[in-house]
């Protein structure tokens, strides 16, 4: 069965979130093309979701201006999947298309309607690990007073 991992991102408030989903909710995104809007309940999220780009499970970028889901070596001269260090610069590189696929690793979506919530208990968790490491911090230049006498 199908197994991904959705990144979540929020343009209003620049956080993303990372799901995975597997099994039913996973076949329902199978055949999606990069630019197509989803419910975002898959997610557990209220609200829809734009399919803005991902990667294969090698690693390989997915491109909106190639077909199907196969991998391509096509000639780039910028965009998704090439960074230019001249310009004019081309050279061929392989990509992924733009239809998600069972080879598809990694779905990167945009929040369209609806908020993003994040778990406010990791935050809390946080917060309580840092007093404890000031702590720490505190005894260390006590012990090394002791050592110099």
Known sequence: M???KIVVSDPKTGKSITKEIKDKSAQTLMGMKIGQEIDATIVEIDGTLKI???SDKVGFPMRSDVHGSARNNILLTSGVGFRSK???MQ???TVRGSMISDETY???TILVKGNLVL???AEKAKA???PAEKAKAEEKPAEKAKTKK
Do not use: C, L, T, W
């Open 86 to 88: 001249v310009k004019g």
């Open 52 to 54: 803005s780009g991902g």
């Open 106 to 108: 990694q779905i990167n």
């Open 119 to 121: 778990d406010k208990p």
């Open 2 to 4: 199908a197994e991904f």
């Open 128 to 130: 309580e690990e840092k």
């Open 91 to 93: 050279k061929r590189k």
